[in-house]
T-cell receptor
C-alpha cells in the first residue's frame, strides 16, 4: 500500500518551454503533498508544501511564478516548471502524506533536462 | 536549510557485515525518519522513531534516538548487496504531515 506515482520519470526539452510533472497517490488520500529538488549526490531540498484545495506554501528562495503547484484533489498534485532554463535541470521528487502522524511516501522522481 | 547531518558520508563494507550510520540534528523534533534511496530513484521509507522513543527495530534495521544529544543511528545488520543505496535521516517538526528536513545522506556500498 501507500503507492505514489510520479510522471513523467524523465523529460528532455528545449529552453523556454514549460514542463508539467504529476504526482498521484494511488491507494490513499493525500491531504498534503510535498515537492523536493535534488542535485546530483546531494540531499533533497524542499521546494513547497501543498494542501488539497489551498495555495502551496513555498520555501524561501523558490520562485512561485517559476514553479507552479496545483493540488486540486486528494490524489493529485502537479508541478509546472514555467519557461524552463538549463539551470532548472534537476531531479524533482514529490511525496504524499495521508495526514497527521503518517510517514511521507515518495514518488520515483522526475529527471528534468533542459537543453 | 538542512537539519540533519549524516556521518559518515560514504561507507563501504562486505556482505554480512553490519553498517552503522549516524545522524545529528539541530532543533527539537517530534519524530525522526530514515529513508533509503537507490540511485536515480525516489525514497523508500524505512522507519520512524518518535521523540519519546529511544530504540526501534524493523527486520534487520535498528534505530536509536538520543534527544539529549540530538542524534540518531541506523544499524543494518547482516548487510546484503541489495542494501547498497544512499540513506537519509529526516526530521519532522510536528505530526501534522509537515515537511521533512533531510540530512545530506550516507552512501552505503555493500560488496559481495
Amino acid at each position: 500500500g501507500a503507492v505514489v506515482s510520479q510522471h513523467p520519470s524523465w523529460v528532455i526539452c528545449k529552453s523556454g518551454t514549460s514542463v508539467k510533472i504529476e504526482c498521484r497517490s494511488l491507494d490513499f488520500q493525500a491531504t498534503t503533498m510535498f515537492w523536493y529538488r535534488q542535485f546530483p549526490k546531494q540531499s533533497l531540498m524542499l521546494m513547497a508544501t501543498s494542501n488539497e484545495g489551498s495555495k502551496a506554501t513555498y520555501e524561501q528562495g523558490v520562485e512561485k511564478d517559476k514553479f507552479l503547484i496545483n493540488h486540486a484533489s486528494l490524489t493529485l498534485s502537479t508541478l509546472t516548471v514555467t519557461s524552463a532554463h538549463p539551470e532548472d535541470s534537476s531531479f524533482y521528487i514529490c511525496s504524499a502524506s495521508a495526514g497527521k502522524g503518517q510517514p511521507q511516501h515518495f514518488g520515483d522522481g522526475t529527471r528534468l533536462s533542459i537543453l | 536549510s538542512q537539519q540533519g547531518e549524516e556521518d559518515p558520508q560514504a561507507l563501504s563494507i562486505q556482505e554480512g557485515e553490519n553498517a552503522t550510520m549516524n545522524c545529528s540534528y539541530k532543533t527539537s523534533i517530534n519524530n525522526l525518519q530514515w529513508y533509503r534511496q537507490n540511485s536515480g530513484r525516489g525514497l523508500v521509507h524505512l522507519i520512524l522513531i518518535r521523540s519519546n522513543e529511544r530504540e526501534k527495530h524493523s527486520g534487520r534495521l535498528r534505530v536509536t534516538l538520543d534527544t539529549s544529544k540530538k542524534s540518531s543511528s541506523l544499524l543494518i545488520t547482516a548487510s546484503r548487496a541489495a542494501d547498497t543505496a544512499s540513506y537519509f535521516c529526516a526530521t519532522g517538526l510536528n505530526q501534522a504531515g509537515t515537511a521533512l528536513i533531510f540530512g545530506k545522506g550516507t552512501t552505503l556500498s555493500v560488496s559481495s
